[in-house]
């Protein structure tokens, strides 16, 4: 038994290596976990007799022979990935590679008292209406609010309304499917792990700018989550004493100067619409830019990541926001930060539900076990469909 739960870890350390680093061949998969060559070639060997792994093209090298490399195969499983927010559910389809199959919009009402058993009806409709392959690993939830455990799911989220509101629980028994919950941004953070930053860096931060604000630590290739599931509430990072009020209850957060509401509330003080164009329009996005660009200073000189990624809706005026933001970034860095790289990836309606997706896809490349119980279920799903 022992010498069998080595080589599950063993073969997941493997697909964790070729989802994260991409194709190698079997000499660097060697070198890269300190295996011998023999116990690679006879696990690559069950991989990809399993179909989740498949020989690609020839690595040129010099002298010697071509390297045979390997790689993941994307069509070996997929996930749901459902979005959670005030008024809609999105839920998508995505296969081990992060290509999305499919994608669906669903009216909610999640302070409805039975809207738990909406959402499970909701992704229910969905798991029956997608074809048996790929095989279906499990379902991911982004909620934008607090989750004490992935496996567990329990979720606080004031602004759904929802306070320890069993959530995965009731999925995982309404679907029997393994279900993963988790803060939205910490969601999107576990996407850039597998599929963006994370293939080059192993520590950044994700910055989400929209209705509201929020901000995900990756640090040594990790979410940073918190005692209590509970970290990245930048938007509650305060500004000003006795500022805006915010929707967490408080006054003065950024979220309440930086959200859609907050930037709205600031065009009307001047008696115009956020997205007019005019000058006073222009202005209101400088001095919440400006807001920003010090608080993710403060944040940058707090947690020195090399590398900050600006995600979320409201990235669509990105345009409006870059020329303060960056300013007053620059002002507020330490010394020897200043040149830290900001990038702003693209953006549509269905990547928070993509991120939520990304929960289920990375947990065969969780090699610590992270996800716990319903990764080992995912685990178990994916080497299960294989052979
Ligand atoms: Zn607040």
């Known amino acids: ?59 040129p090298s010099r002298g010697g ?80 609010g607090s989750v004490e455990d992935q496996a ?15 959530v995965g629980e009731r999925l995982r028994r309404r679907l029997d499917l393994p279900v993963l919950v988790e803060n939205d941004v910490n969601a999107l953070a576990a996407a850039e792990r597998l599929y963006g930053r994370g293939r080059t860096h192993r520590d950044f931060l994700v910055l989400t700018i929209g209705r509201g604000v929020g901000a995900a630590v990756v640090t040594d290739g990790r979410v940073y989550r918190g005692a209590r599931g509970g970290a990245g509430e930048f938007g509650h990072f305060p500004v000003t004493p006795g500022g805006p009020v915010c929707g967490c209850g408080s006054t003065g957060c950024l979220e309440a100067y930086v959200g859609t509401a907050g930037l709205a509330a600031a065009a009307r003080a001047k008696g115009v619409a956020v997205l007019d164009g005019g000058a006073a329009a222009r202005e209101v996005f400088a001095e919440a830019a400006t807001i920003l660009g010090r608080a993710t200073a403060g944040l940058v000189n707090v947690v020195d990541p090399e590398v900050v990624v600006v995600l979320g809706e409201g990235t669509a ?54 996800a716990g119980e319903q990764g080992r279920l995912v685990r178990a799903r994916l080497i299960g469909a294989a052979t």
């Open 1 to 59: 038994m022992a010498g069998t739960d080595r080589g599950d870890l063993t073969r997941t350390a493997i697909l964790a290596l070729l989802g994260t680093v991409g194709p190698l061949s079997r000499t660097e998969i060697a070198r890269e976990l300190e295996l011998s060559p023999a116990s690679v070639t006879q696990l690559t060997r069950e991989l990809m007799g399993s179909g989740m792994v498949a020989e690609l093209d020839l690595k």
């Open 65 to 144: 022979r071509p390297a045979q490399r390997l790689g993941l195969v994307g069509s070996a499983g997929r996930a749901l990935g459902v979005k959670v927010t005030a008024d809609h559910l999105v839920i998508v389809d995505v296969r081990l590679d992060g290509e999305v199959l499919g994608s669906w919009e669903r009216p909610f009402a999640p302070s409805a008292p039975d809207s738990l058993e909406a959402l499970g009806d909701a992704v229910a409709s969905v798991v029956d209406a997608i074809d048996d392959a790929p095989p279906l690993l499990g379902v991911g939830v982004g909620v934008p």
């Open 317 to 370: 005026q990105w345009a409006h926001w870059s020329e303060s933001f960056h300013a007053a970034l620059r002002a507020h860095l330490l010394p020897g930060r200043r040149d830290i790289a900001v990038e702003v990836e693209s953006w549509d309606d269905t990547s928070w539900a993509q991120g939520a997706a990304a929960l289920v896809l990375a947990t065969p490349f969780d090699a610590a076990g992270a």
């Open 152 to 166: 567990v799911g329990t979720v606080n989220a004031p602004t759904l309304g929802w306070q320890a509101m069993p």
